[in-house]
């Protein structure tokens, strides 16, 4: 009888834009290596997703802050030494929770970090030695994480500079329409943030007064999209998406029943979502 696995909750922290000799696509087949190394682990399922995106300045959007607390296990890439990744690291590190820490072999070792084993990778990614690293990694995330299980005291830094008392977040209890209207709340923050940072919006047609245009009330694609977005919430599925990674997970189920939809559309559908439903607003009877 084959074992049925566990999901463990895998967060992520690591560059994903040029830094230094490094390109974007460099960062991507670091995470498709990660990935990897993860999907071999023989007791446990995982989706590694990072915890934030973007080089936005400002507070933390509070999807960054949750996935840094409730991750099961985080790994951080510290190469290059990015400030985001650093600061995201700090604040993993601050809630005590378990965590790897990587780099590659052109990085030097952070003063404040180096009490903590650091597993090394060669930045271009050589084949050989990156077999081994993705067996090494797989191997430091599975012990790292049940070394946490076993230990209730599991402390893999602040143990190293005294016995501190570790903070939490306030977790609130709400009723599953409460939940709905929260998450087309953040939904609406994302598209707002999306609207003022990309020009090409404007192509997109998706200012409210066109709305109607492109949705009418008895759309059949709408209907079906309200039935998969409630679909996606009550498995979890949304919490820590953003619209970017939000848009084909609706467009894939989309397809599933046979409609054909753009990622304006399915963007401006969102919209609409918030203007009906994500208001907290009494409507008039």
Known sequence: ?????????????????????????????????ITESLASLSDYDTNPKIVSEGDSTGLIHKRI??????SDIVICDVSCKN????FELGMRLAFDKPTVI?????????????????LQYPRD????????????LAQKVKSTFEDSLKDPNHSPFLKSFGTFRVSSLKEDEVSPNEFIIRTLQDIQVDINELKASDSRSKSYNIHHSNFKTIFKPTSRMFDAMVEVLRKLLVDNSID?????ELIPVIKDELNKMGFNAKDYEIRAALQ?????YGSDKPKDT
């Open 125 to 136: 990614l050589r084949y050989k030695a990156i077999v081994d690293f993705k067996e090494q």
């Open 240 to 244: 820590k998406l953003s619209v970017n």
């Open 272 to 276: 609409r979502l918030v203007d009906e």
């Open 83 to 86: 400030p985001n990744v650093m």
């Open 1 to 33: 009888m084959t074992k049925e696995k566990k999901f463990l909750n895998v967060g992520l922290v690591m560059p994903i834009a040029p830094i230094d000799s490094c390109t974007a696509e460099h960062w991507i087949d670091v995470k498709r290596i």
């Open 102 to 118: 990587i780099k590659d072999d052109q990085t030097g070792y952070a003063f404040d970090t180096g009490v903590i084993e650091h």
């Open 65 to 70: 802050v949750e996935g840094l607390y409730t």
